[in-house]
Nanobody, 123 residues
Framework: QVQLVESGGGLVQPGGSLRLSCAAS????????MGWFRQAPGKEREFVAA????????YYANSGKGRFTISRDNVKNTVYLQMNSLKPEDTAVYYC????????????????WGQGTQVTVSS
């Protein structure tokens, strides 16, 4: 069973940047497609980005296209989310998730989840 630990969240001003990291405990990390999701207070969890097992296929929600970049390092067992030009509406708890299959934008298809990291965009 893979364990996921996110880090890198914090408070940032509008227009700023953050880089989230998600470290996986599983040595077979490259067997898992990875996704980033977020959940704001009072809202449903929403898809942000996903990356295939090899990193060759990437998928973004429209909200992050052109601003967010997902990547992974299968040697370090880590997936990243680089977030630029942050907006107040990006404020949420960000979660990484893993699934033993192809990547997906649906949170119900991910079995393993991290505890989340808070991102707050405010002046």
């Amino acid at each position: 069973q893979v364990q996921l630990v996110e880090s890198g969240g914090g408070l940032v001003q509008p227009g700023g940047s953050l880089r989230l990291s998600c470290a996986a405990s599983e040595r077979t990390f490259s067997s898992y497609a990875m996704g980033w999701f977020r959940q704001a207070p009072g809202k449903e969890r929403e898809f942000v980005a996903a990356i295939s097992r090899s990193g060759g296929n990437i998928y973004y929600a429209n909200s992050g296209k052109g601003r967010f970049t997902i990547s992974r390092d299968n040697v370090k067992n880590t997936v990243y989310l680089q977030m630029n030009s942050l907006k107040p509406e990006d404020t949420a708890v960000y979660y990484c998730a893993a699934r033993l299959a192809t990547y997906s934008a649906s949170h119900v298809e991910y079995r393993y989840w991290g505890q989340g990291t808070q991102v707050t965009v405010s002046s």
